[in-house]
């Protein structure tokens, strides 16, 4: 499997789990936040890196909704993949295609869709912060306190 054919299944997989493929993204949207992953192609090798970001509505006083902006942009949260699924992402290292789609199946079943969960609602946001599964930004902190 090469990065393009990757990209298709990654996209078929998200979708699949109820990501929405918009402006080249992958977008989950609810009434307190927006989640958007992110294939971003590296300059040093062939691989991805996913980059993973959590926009809060009414944070600083915006309003978000899906667009190319929010692609590019960084969130008000930002993470990539855990590192035991970095070689899902790494065409430079030798995988067959089945165990790849696999695993991509199981870096959505046992992260993304949890971290999801709880990344839509503000609790769930407080709550990875609180069990360290996420580092807020000390303004980004100031306003969930608030």
């Given at each position: 499997?090469n ?11 998200a ?9 080249g ?16 192609k ?6 991805y890196?996913?980059?993973i ?6 944070i600083?006083?915006?309003?978000y ?6 692609v ?18 790494d ?22 869709i949890?971290f999801?969960?709880k ?14 599964e ?11 306190i608030?």
């Amino acid at each position: 499997m090469n990065s393009k054919e990757f990209k298709k299944t990654f996209s078929k997989t998200a979708q699949d789990h109820g990501f929405e493929d918009v402006f080249g993204a992958w977008f989950k949207v609810s009434t307190e936040s927006i989640v958007v992953l992110e294939l971003q192609k590296s300059n040093f090798g062939d691989y991805y890196e996913m980059n993973i970001k959590v926009y809060i509505q009414g944070i600083f006083g915006t309003s978000y909704s899906k667009s190319k902006e929010l692609v590019r942009d960084t969130g008000d949260i930002f993470i990539r993949q855990p590192a035991e699924y970095k070689s899902v992402f790494d065409f430079d290292e030798l995988m067959e295609d089945e165990k790849r789609k696999g695993k991509l199946e199981q870096l959505f079943s046992e992260f993304i869709i949890p971290f999801t969960g709880k990344a839509l609602s503000k609790s769930g946001i407080k709550e990875l912060a609180e069990k360290g599964e996420i580092t807020l930004l000390p303004a980004v902190k100031d306003e969930l306190i608030c």
